[in-house]
């Protein structure tokens, strides 16, 4: 068995059942989280390394063949989400660390390191039903952690989450019990040749159902509606990770789903129907907004659609661009959100009528969300640059001259909106001061948490310093997601 496929998951799941133990030990619970998050960032790019140079890896667990036991199965497309994942993982909860003081803080780190775990099972599982259990992991831990501390505005937010989450997990339930009737296995390996056998009206509604199921998890439209009030209403290290990553792992589903499970059946004219009008309609629920976090989050919906219009486009040099796109955007979002925090840690507020000024209180707050902002908005030189060239220079290549010229306006959008953030926190005058503002008061921020926000904004630059070489391993892990011939082989030997 192959330990590097298991210690993302196993020792996460370890770190937090020792939380729990360690309750009433706060140093002991902090210092728990981040080496259990470490060792399993620390295995996943040992993991990276040994599938870019011998190819996808797989393990059967407990020794049971594929596809009867429950198989871990890494590619390259698995390797790069799991490090970027782990890593903005590891940064957000150094920021959380540095939020020290929370009553709720004993109850977070377990339950965040479930959460970790689960993400971890969800990018190296080899079958539908495990997919489905890392999921309900994640799901579970995240229903705790956005209604943590329990203010009614939290539980009211919370609930849409959880009632929505529950209805996305029945219907996957429900596809993959059509699929094993259909097939007889869920295991991703097997159901790219059984799927083949059945017919081409059954295979598309089985991708339509699975589709929807993934779309509601990355919140694209029509199915988007819950996150811009389920997420502002969290506190803020949690908002950071769930728009950091766990839309994101739909996107992943979604990319796995399209070219190994239905390739044939590609559904490319509904995808970029659904990419534009996802963009679309988040970057106008952006400029309409007065709060920075309702902003940002109509943000994770705009942006999802690039990813959407890259795995529409399916072609190398789309999935390629989109791979890239989900990599860039996980550092980015949660670095973007960890300056929010910063924000209102030190205003009170994060309404753009309530503050103004924070240049001259926190400078280098103002620093990093211009950076990560005109990121998002793709301005070269930076990561969301290279991200959004790739996917115009496939789309002019596939001669989707459609979508790209709303891709292109959606970007004007974003800029708008990040201006918008920009001019009225950090140099404009606040109409209704909060009370720190009104003051003058300096209010301290906690050194964890100014270092973990510029790390996270760190390694959004080095994606940008390293955009040739990364692109390089996103076009071979294009390649390989649109030719899954060497991950059938690695799951079945």
């Not at 429950?70 to 939020?99: N, P």
Request: aromatic share 8%.
């Amino acid at each position: 068995m192959n330990a590097l496929l298991a210690i993302p998951i196993v020792i996460p799941l370890l770190a937090a059942a020792l939380a729990v133990i360690a309750i009433r030990l706060p140093t002991v619970q902090r210092v728990l989280s981040i080496a259990g998050v470490a060792t399993a960032l620390a295995a996943s790019v040992a993991l990276l390394i040994e599938v870019e140079r011998n190819g996808p890896q797989a393990t059967q667990v407990g020794g049971w063949p594929a596809p009867i036991g429950i198989t871990l199965v890494a590619d390259l497309f698995t390797c790069l989400m799991l490090v970027i994942g782990l890593a903005t993982v590891l940064a957000v909860l150094v920021f959380a660390v540095g939020q020290r003081g929370d009553d709720h803080e004993s109850a977070f780190h377990p339950v965040y390191l479930v959460m970790t775990a689960g993400v971890a099972l969800s990018f190296l599982t080899g079958d539908l039903f495990n997919l489905f259990v890392a999921f309900e992991i994640t799901l579970t831990a995240s229903y705790v952690l956005i209604t943590l501390g329990g203010a009614k505005e939290q539980v009211r937010a919370g609930m849409t989450y959880v009632v929505i989450n529950l209805l996305a997990s029945f219907l996957f339930v429900v596809a993959i019990a059509f699929v094993y009737a259909s097939t007889g296995t869920v295991n991703f390996a097997d159901l790219t040749e059984r799927l083949t056998t059945l017919s081409p009206n059954l295979r598309t509604a089985l991708a339509l159902l699975l589709l929807v199921v993934f779309g509601i998890k990355a919140a694209i439209f029509p199915l988007f509606f819950w996150l811009p009030d389920a997420y502002p209403t969290a506190r803020t290290s949690v908002t950071a990770v769930f728009a950091g990553l766990l839309t994101k792992v739909g996107v992943y589903a979604i990319i796995r789903m399209e070219t190994l499970l239905f390739p044939d059946n590609r559904q490319s004219t509904l995808l970029l129907v659904i990419a534009g009008l996802t963009m679309v309609i988040g970057v106008l629920g952006a400029i309409a907004q007065d709060d920075m976090k309702r902003i940002l989050s109509f943000h994770i919906v705009s942006q999802i659609g690039y990813m959407i219009l890259g795995i529409g486009l399916f072609t190398v040099s789309g999935i390629a661009g989109a791979v890239f796109f989900v990599l860039h955007q996980i550092p980015v979002k949660a670095s973007l959100f960890l300056v929010v925090g910063l924000v209102e840690h030190d205003a009170g507020s994060t309404k753009l009528s309530k503050i103004g000024g924070l240049v001259r209180r926190i400078p280098l707050a103002a620093v990093l969300f211009l950076v990560a902002a005109l990121s998002l908005a793709g301005i070269p030189p930076l990561s969301g640059f290279v991200g959004k060239l790739a996917l115009v220079s496939a789309g002019f290549d596939a001669q989707a001259y459609a979508i790209i010229a709303i891709s292109l306006l959606v970007s004007v959008g974003t800029l708008f909106s990040m201006v918008k953030i920009w001019n009225g926190v950090f140099w404009g005058t606040a109409e209704e001061p909060t009370p720190a503002i009104a003051s003058g008061e300096v209010v301290h921020t906690p050194a964890l948490m100014t270092l973990s926000t510029v790390a996270l904004v760190g390694l959004t630059v080095a994606i940008a310093i390293g955009a040739g070489p990364i692109y390089e391993l996103c076009e071979r892990a294009a390649a390989e997601l649109l030719d899954p011939s060497t991950y059938v082989r690695a799951v079945q030997g």
